[in-house]
């Protein structure tokens, strides 16, 4: 099982030098489980990263997008995804409805005119979308996948993932908006629930936009810190954890103060860096 980090900032990409060693663009990843299987979490800016990966010989001609919520920073890459406009590609798209709007919606908007000049019955793809279901429920079987789903604290609705490999029994879990501090009880205790059942992640992956000194600031904004997430990666008994979402005024030279404090606090923690694959276990 492997997880490659397509794009790891958040709120909007960015494009100078002093962000090249962690990377620019807008949330993406790519789960590849250990028969080839394809799913990808959020298109983001980032999703272009993901192309060369999925035309791997090795992969089918085949992809699961999960979408965790439609804030253009993790829908924004969909109309270059490459996928899309490939007659030889099948393409599930699989989402939560929030506030009503479904992935389809969601999709059908950002390509609609003025904004893409190729609406969706204009792609060559095979595109099909599902809905979430809202209780959850049993996880979803993609190939040899299983995908679970949980929601989290995030302005407008959002949820997490965990996809296990049964093959391996590699997991990981990816929560790229949550906002930890004003999580209710039950959120708390649904979310330390899902990371845990059927066993403690191999790997987290969580939102850590702000800084222990910035947060008060953007209290309310959807976001953790990344204490935060070292909390509660210590609290799931996660293996490894990837700090995600980094904010956009966030250099390289911030992020490695940050990184550095980070893996004082916990060795086997480190801020996501874009392109890098991570064999999971």
């Not at 590699?170 to 790229?176: F, M, P």
Request: charged share 25%.
């Amino acid at each position: 099982m492997r997880l490659v980090l397509g794009g790891v900032r958040g709120t909007s990409p960015v494009a100078d030098p002093k962000f090249a060693e962690f990377g620019g663009d807008t949330s993406a990843f790519l789960v590849e489980g250990s028969n080839g299987e394809a799913i990808v979490i959020d298109a983001g800016s980032g999703v272009r990263v993901l192309d060369p990966y999925l035309r791997q010989t090795d992969h089918s001609s085949a992809v699961l997008l999960l979408m965790t919520h439609y804030h253009l920073d993790h829908l924004m890459g969909f109309p270059s995804f490459s996928v899309i406009y490939d007659s030889t590609w099948d393409l599930e798209i699989k989402g939560p409805r929030l506030d009503g709007v479904a992935a389809s919606d969601a999709v059908r908007h950002i390509l609609s005119r003025p904004f893409w000049p190729l609406q969706l019955e204009a792609l060559g793809g095979n595109i099909v979308f599902t809905d979430l279901p809202e209780d959850g429920g049993a996880p979803h079987i993609y190939h040899g996948l299983e995908v679970r789903w949980c929601p989290v604290p995030h302005l407008g609705g959002c949820v997490s993932y965990r996809l296990d490999d049964p093959a391996t029994r590699r997991s990981v879990v990816i929560a790229t908006d949550v906002e930890w501090p004003l999580a209710s009880e039950t959120e708390r205790h649904n979310f330390m629930e899902f990371c845990k059942y059927p066993a403690p992640p191999d790997l987290l992956v969580f939102d850590g936009q702000f800084t222990p000194d910035n947060y008060a600031r953007f209290r309310g904004w959807g976001h953790s810190t990344w204490q935060d997430a070292i909390d509660v990666a210590k609290l799931v008994k996660a293996g490894e954890l990837i700090i995600t979402h980094h904010h956009p005024r966030s250099d390289d030279e911030k992020l490695r103060q940050i990184e550095a404090e980070v893996k004082r606090q916990m060795p086997n923690a480190w801020l996501g860096r874009q392109d890098a694959a991570i064999e999971i276990g």
